[in-house]
């Protein structure tokens, strides 16, 4: 699959011996898996388009194992694919080839909680370790601070946070320390229909400044998402049929003033034409069922046929024009185009759905939507990382000095390039 739609050539590690094996047994007693049928799951990405062919898995609980287990991979040459909760929408968290998988599935300890500074404390000494950053257990937060593109890396003097959003290519985050915010009281959420994207814009703007303090999101999605998660997951929308739909939630600690403050915007919006139909939820359960039409977009998109994935960063004005390009573009080509997103964070998520995979309508998507978001000085990578999909199409949104300090930054941490291989950086150097 993956080298048919990809070209890629296995790069010369080692392949894992009888001899690694019983080592890993050592440094991981009980947690060293080779039974192929368990072995599938973990070698498929969550979108289902790219295998890896991995023949062991290995489930360290401590920091201290993991970095056992990388200086024996170290030693003898063997590529590893660090993997946490396997959701990833670029390919980062598979093997490509036979790269050995290392889970932080049963790293999931909390090791303490401060319940007044809300902050979990890290074991002393655990920063002394390379491999380490802070000593918190969460596989699936592991996974995502490693991941997440949003987080953007602070490079310090000495050098620590470089890990933040190097997608497992630099180390291996074992642990992570969180600063936990109060759970809101009161979470209320409003879905809108929309006119024309111009009101989902103004809807936004006038949402800033009545809302201001209790926004917490602001997405949107087109009329088409909502036809998908209608017709391939039965959900029915709350409100008229409109070209654009916009779910707002605002979390506070006053209930009523929120819903307060909610209800007036509300007023305001369906008054002066921005929004056409609204809906409003404080219970909980209606608040989940008005999220899910958002958040259930993927699954649908991913019933609908094979996804080509775009998430993009681009000025919000022009955030929803290349969706109308690309409709007309690909005429009937395409099953369907559909925009959606964090539009609270300029973030599109452009997709596009097919019967099945084909080179032609690749090929009239790419490069074309990155030359696109490169004029808008977007981002060809807005959240979901670079991983494998995305890392030869880095060059769109960095310039080559930047590019080349990965590049060096790699082989200073990783010299013989172990970590995580055809993944983040562009293949040629
Ligand atoms: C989302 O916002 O729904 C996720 O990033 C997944 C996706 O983009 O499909
Ligand atoms: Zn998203």
Redesign the pocket.
């Known amino acids: 699959l993956t080298r048919e739609r990809y070209p890629v050539r296995r790069l010369p590690f080692s392949t894992v011996s009888k001899q690694d094996l019983a080592a890993f047994e050592r440094i991981v007693p009980g947690g060293v898996v080779t039974d192929p049928e368990a072995l599938q799951a973990p070698n498929v990405d969550w979108l289902r388009t790219l295998r890896g062919c991995s023949k062991v898995l290995l489930r360290p609980r401590t920091s201290e194992e993991v970095s056992h287990i990388l200086r024996h991979c170290h030693e003898r040459n063997l590529a590893v694919n660090p993997q946490g909760g396997n959701t990833g929408?670029v390919g980062g968290s598979v093997p490509v080839f036979d790269e050995i998988i290392l889970s932080t599935a049963r790293m999931n300890r909390v090791l303490s909680f401060h319940s007044v500074s809300g902050k979990p404390v890290p074991p002393v000494g655990a920063q002394e370790s390379p491999l380490v950053l802070v000593e918190f257990f969460l596989a699936s937060v592991c996974w995502q601070v490693g991941e997440r593109a949003s987080l953007r890396p602070q490079v310090l003097a000495d050098g620590t946070q470089l890990f933040i959003g190097s997608e497992g290519t630099l180390g291996v985050i074992t642990a992570v320390s969180i600063l936990c915010p109060h759970k809101p009281r009161a979470v209320n959420v409003a879905f809108l229909g929309c006119p024309g994207f111009a009101e989902v814009l103004q809807t936004f703007s006038t949402c800033k400044g009545m809302l201001g303090e209790i926004l917490s999101a602001f997405e949107f999605m087109d009329a088409v998402c909502m036809q998908l998660v209608g017709r391939h997951l039965h959900l029915a929308s709350p409100v008229q049929e409109s070209p654009f739909y916009v779910l707002i939630e605002t979390s506070g600690s006053n209930a009523g003033h929120d819903a307060e403050k909610l209800g007036h915007f509300l007023e305001h919006a369906l008054g002066s034409g921005l929004v056409t139909d609204g809906t409003m939820a404080t219970d909980q359960r209606k608040v989940k069922m008005l999220w899910a039409l958002r958040?259930r977009?993927?699954e649908a998109l991913s019933r609908d046929g094979y996804v080509y994935?775009y998430?993009l960063s681009l000025p919000v004005e022009r955030l929803y024009d290349i969706v109308n390009d690309l409709r007309a573009r690909l005429g009937p080509h395409a099953k369907h185009v559909v925009g959606y997103?964090?539009l609270g964070d300029g973030n599109l998520?452009l997709n596009v759905t097919a019967e099945a995979f084909s080179p032609s309508l690749l090929g009239a998507l790419e490069p074309h939507v990155y030359e696109w978001t490169a004029g808008q000085q977007g981002s060809v990578s807005a959240?979901?990382g670079v991983g494998f999909r995305k890392r030869d199409v880095l060059g769109y949104s960095k310039p080559p000095e930047v590019l080349q300090l990965m590049q060096q930054l790699k082989v200073l941490l990783d010299p013989k390039g172990i970590l995580n291989p055809y993944k983040t950086l562009p293949s040629q150097a």
């Open positions: 929408m958040e977009i993927t994935k998430d997103g964090h998520h959240e979901h």
